[in-house]
């Protein structure tokens, strides 16, 4: 009995302007959450 394994490898979906957008709005949260550390919580 013989398995065959295909390889398909990945589909790239994620574009430059994808890339682009997604590293911007990393960018964004990390600054958010780093303002919002440096103040503390105010509960």
Do not use: E, N, P, Y
């Amino acid at each position: 009995m013989t398995v065959q394994i295909q390889s398909t490898g990945f589909k790239r979906v994620l574009h430059a302007l994808d890339m682009t957008l997604f590293s911007i709005c990393a960018i964004i949260v990390l600054d958010t959450l780093g303002a919002s550390a440096l103040i503390g919580a105010h509960i």
